[in-house]
């Protein structure tokens, strides 16, 4: 699968965002996909994640109750909605997907991610 994001941009602390996920390629089979962030100086995290049915989800504590996770697989886009956004979330947003045989489970490590977009950057000023 490949990956585009795209939506980051320059807002200012409780704005908000929505990034879109583009997949294209084997989108045939089944694919969880997740959306992981990066700030200078940090670790890879995975913020959101969603299964490939799209009934299940997975946040992370800092981003529960603000951001959304959803998907289209008929028109192929992964979406994440950024509600009452904070400094702290500053980052680069990537996307990220693996294939799965099984079309609820979800993941939420970046090490169960085989195939990356390239980031988009958010930042968020105080």
């Known amino acids: 699968v490949q990956l585009q994001a795209s939506g980051g941009g320059l807002v200012q602390a409780g704005d908000s965002l929505r990034l879109s996920c583009a997949t294209s390629?084997?989108?045939?089979?089944?694919?969880?996909v997740a959306w992981s962030r990066q700030a200078p100086g940090k670790g890879r995290e995975i913020v959101a994640s969603i299964s490939w049915s799209g009934d299940n989800t997975h946040y992370a504590d800092s981003v529960k109750g603000r951001f959304t996770i959803s998907r289209d697989n008929a028109k192929n886009t992964v979406s994440l909605q950024m509600n009452s956004l904070k400094p702290e979330d500053t980052a680069v947003y990537y996307c990220?997907?693996?294939?799965?045989?099984?079309?609820?489970?979800?993941?939420?490590?970046?090490?169960?991610?085989?195939?990356w977009g390239q980031g988009t950057l958010v930042t968020v000023s105080s």
């Open positions: 990220a997907a693996r294939y799965t045989w099984h079309p609820d489970s979800v993941y939420s490590n970046p090490a169960d991610f085989a195939s």
């Open positions: 390629g084997r989108t045939t089979y089944m694919y969880g």
